[in-house]
T-cell receptor, first 113, second 113 residues
Framework: GENVEQHPSTLSVQEGDSAVIKCTYS??????FPWYKQELGKGPQLIIDIRSNVGEKKDQRIAVTLNKTAKHFSLHITETQPEDSAVYFC????????????FGTGTSLTVIP | DAGVIQSPRHEVTEMGQEVTLRCKPI?????LFWYRQTMMRGLELLIYFNNNVPIDDSGMPEDRFSAKMPNASFSTLKIQPSEPRDSAVYFC???????????FGNGTRLTVT
């Protein structure tokens, strides 16, 4: 089955700097890659996603890139703010799995004011 | 859109007791998922349903765990008998169709003493 690895497990940045979180996946059939943000006491919330037919997607300060050849995808947050502090999860969903999602182990991001 | 609704938010019970967690998915969503989150193992898929039918329950840890979806707007996850190692946050999520994002509830924090 699919195996998703996520790095780093913890990340601290100064407010205003950029943060990058990287994930790799093993199943070349994966075609959908969402990113989730989880704040304390809440469930993961979708912040951005990308499908295998595009290489990059951007939404304001958040962007995701996908390299299908290398089987890795990354989350980029620019101009970080304290409210960006949370745990971020990447996920991969392979074709023909009935909508199964395989999650990374999470990155705890702290933005220092 | 009220989102995915889970109850209770917190459950504290003694070992050996039966525990029932409840979930109301987003109206119109065809797929429902139960996840368990712990520090050690991250997000684990327990079971998922498509159109109220269980598709894959290979993630259910033991026969003590069971899940039902009697209709499109309600699902339960039952643990009987509960054990301390079942302590975790249990999330329910729903999605509209395959390759569409998951929408998570805010979880039920279960503590078994």
């Amino acid at each position: 089955g699919e195996n998703v690895e996520q790095h780093p497990s913890t990340l601290s940045v100064q407010e205003g700097d950029s943060a990058v979180i990287k994930c790799t996946y093993s199943d070349s059939a994966s075609n959908y890659f969402p990113w989730y943000k989880q704040e304390l006491g809440k469930g993961p919330q979708l912040i951005i996603d990308i499908r295998s037919n595009v290489g990059e997607k951007k939404d304001q300060r958040i962007a995701v890139t996908l390299n299908k050849t290398a089987k890795h995808f990354s989350l980029h947050i620019t101009e970080t703010q304290p409210e960006d502090s949370a745990v971020y999860f990447c996920a991969a969903s392979p074709l023909n799995t009935g909508n199964q999602f395989y999650f990374g182990t999470g990155t705890s991001l702290t933005v220092i004011p | 859109d009220a989102g995915v609704i889970q109850s209770p938010r917190h459950e504290v019970t003694e070992m050996g007791q039966e525990v029932t967690l409840r979930c109301k998915p987003i109206s119109g969503h065809n797929s429902l998922f139960w996840y368990r989150q712990t520090m050690m193992r991250g997000l684990e898929l327990l079971i998922y349903f498509n159109n109220n039918v269980p598709i894959d329950d290979s993630g259910m840890p033991e026969d003590r765990f069971s899940a039902k979806m009697p209709n499109a707007s309600f699902s339960t996850l039952k643990i009987q008998p509960s054990e301390p190692r079942d302590s975790a946050v249990y999330f329910c999520a729903s999605s509209f169709h395959r390759d569409s994002p998951l929408h998570f509830g805010n979880g039920t924090r279960l503590t078994v003493t």
